[in-house]
Nanobody
Framework: QVQLVESGGGLVQAGGSLRLSCAAS????????MGWFRQAPGKEREFVAA????????YYPDSVKGRFTISRDNYKNTVPLQMNSLKPEDTAVYYC????????????????WGQGTQVTVYS
């Protein structure tokens, strides 16, 4: 099973930017969609972004659309998440997820989770 390691979290002022990265191990990385989720204290984990196995399609909820950009490099086995115009409500632990799929109402993962990286946005 693929192993995922996130990096790039930190403390940033509102309006600033951060770039998260997810490094994946495993030969099957390029065969499934990848995603990012986040979980704020006291809240459920929520979907942030997904990208198809080829990188040709991306998906975002309205809360981050136009501010976040997901990409992938199937040679380096990485999935970056560029986050711009950050808001205090973006504060959360961000998780990378493998083999994500949309079931008609929500995004789920059928693969591994990373350990998470903390993003804190202050005003």
């Amino acid at each position: 099973q693929v192993q995922l390691v996130e990096s790039g979290g930190g403390l940033v002022q509102a309006g600033g930017s951060l770039r998260l990265s997810c490094a994946a191990s495993g030969r099957t990385f390029g065969t499934y969609a990848m995603g990012w989720f986040r979980q704020a204290p006291g809240k459920e984990r929520e979907f942030v972004a997904a990208i198809s196995w080829s990188g040709g399609s991306t998906y975002y909820p309205d809360s981050v659309k136009g501010r976040f950009t997901i990409s992938r490099d199937n040679y380096k086995n990485t999935v970056p998440l560029q986050m711009n115009s950050l808001k205090p409500e973006d504060t959360a632990v961000y998780y990378c997820a493998a083999d994500v799929r949309y079931d008609g109402s929500k995004w789920l993962t059928y693969g591994s989770w990373g350990q998470g990286t903390q993003v804190t946005v202050y005003s």
